[in-house]
Nanobody
């Protein structure tokens, strides 16, 4: 089992940048595929980005490709989401998630086993 704790989000102006981090408990962080999801008010939770267990493979939703970068540091049991060129449409609660198992690039929320508590990101236009 893994416990996930996201860093505090925040308020940023459109065009700005923000980096989220997600720290995991336990000693088997490198055995988990990690992902980031977001949920805007009144909308479903959607996939944002994912990273393989080694960090060698990353994949993104089309809406954030080229602007967001997911990474991980297995030695620190932490995954990151660097968000650049933010727009008001990026405003949401962001969640990190972990999946135990093989690296097949899961994008559905039901495919992940563990979730952080979520952190609010607000982009002002």
């Amino acid at each position: 089992q893994v416990h996930l704790i996201e860093s505090r989000g925040g308020l940023v102006q459109a065009g700005g940048s923000l980096r989220l981090s997600c720290a995991a408990s336990g000693r088997t962080f490198s055995s988990y595929v990690m992902g980031w999801f977001r949920q805007a008010p009144g909308k479903e939770r959607v996939f944002v980005a994912g990273i393989s267990r080694s960090g060698g493979s990353t994949y993104y939703a089309d809406s954030v490709k080229g602007r967001f970068t997911i990474s991980r540091d297995n030695a620190k049991s932490t995954t990151y989401l660097q968000m650049n060129s933010l727009t008001a449409e990026d405003t949401a609660v962001y969640y990190c998630a972990a999946r135990a198992g093989s690296d097949y690039q899961p994008r559905g929320s039901s495919e992940y086993d563990y979730w952080g508590q979520g952190t609010q990101v607000t982009v002002s236009s």
